[in-house]
């Protein structure tokens, strides 16, 4: 069956520690992985994408797929950082839709 | 980027009435778009697959006659909740693909039925 997991409901850190939010996925073919970002009263977007293997505010992303996983880290958590992220995992083909894990709220205390 | 919006951004309603909820790609053509529900504190759940000039496809246990979805251009997608109660006041979310396969979202909209 197809699933993301976000064990964390909530995640609480002080302002620059590092923050690691977990995800892991179950999927029988190729996965393509996301995380979304929803800040307050914002809609949901895009944070980064495993397949561009890119770096945005700060946040990165490595798929491991031995341990089907895909955790969203930053070094040094900032107060802007708070908000609800969800990671998700497409299905379907080239424009499939997304599976979403429960989201983990983040809260970045000063 | 991409932009999606959404019409209206909030709703009340009485119970047995039907309201009409627009979802746009503002800037860019989509022959598929996403429907949502996102109940309190709780994760995104996909209702239906909307697909220009053809039915939509609507996800196991999604009622598809409550849940009425008409594609009628590269641009804009219509749910429609018919005979609407209680039960389905809630948080209404669009999407529409990338060329990479993310999803760009609409801002939602809150549905509340009296």
């Known amino acids: 069956a197809q699933r993301v997991t976000q064990p964390e409901k909530l995640l609480s850190v002080f302002k620059g520690a590092p923050v690691e939010l977990k995800c892991n996925y179950s999927?029988?073919?190729?996965?393509?992985l996301f995380w979304y970002v929803q800040y307050s009263r914002q809609r949901l977007q895009l944070l980064l994408r495993?397949?561009s293997r890119e770096s945005i505010k700060g946040f990165t992303a490595d798929l491991n797929k031995g341990e089907t996983s895909f955790h969203l880290k930053k070094p040094f958590a900032q107060e802007e950082d708070s908000a609800m992220y969800y990671c998700?995992?497409?299905?379907?083909?080239?424009?499939?839709?997304?599976?979403f894990g429960k989201g983990t709220k983040l809260s970045v205390k000063p | 980027g991409a932009v999606v919006s959404q019409h209206p951004s909030r709703v009340i309603c009485k119970s047995g009435t039907s309201v009409k909820i627009e979802c746009r790609s503002l800037?860019?053509?989509?022959?598929?778009m996403f429907w949502y529900r996102q109940f309190p504190k709780k994760s995104l759940m996909l209702m239906a697959t909307s697909n220009e000039g053809s039915k939509a496809t609507y996800e196991q246990g999604v009622e598809k006659d409550k849940f009425l979805i008409n594609h009628a251009s590269l641009t804009l997608s219509t749910l429609t909740v018919t005979s609407a109660h209680p039960e389905d006041s809630s948080f209404y979310i669009c999407s529409a693909p990338g060329i990479y396969n993310e999803q760009f979202f609409g801002p939602g909209t809150r549905l509340t039925v009296l």
């Open positions: 999927y029988s073919g190729s996965p393509e």
């Open positions: 800037d860019f053509q989509a022959t598929t």
């Open positions: 495993h397949i």
């Open positions: 998700a995992l497409s299905v379907g083909g080239s424009q499939g839709n997304l599976i």
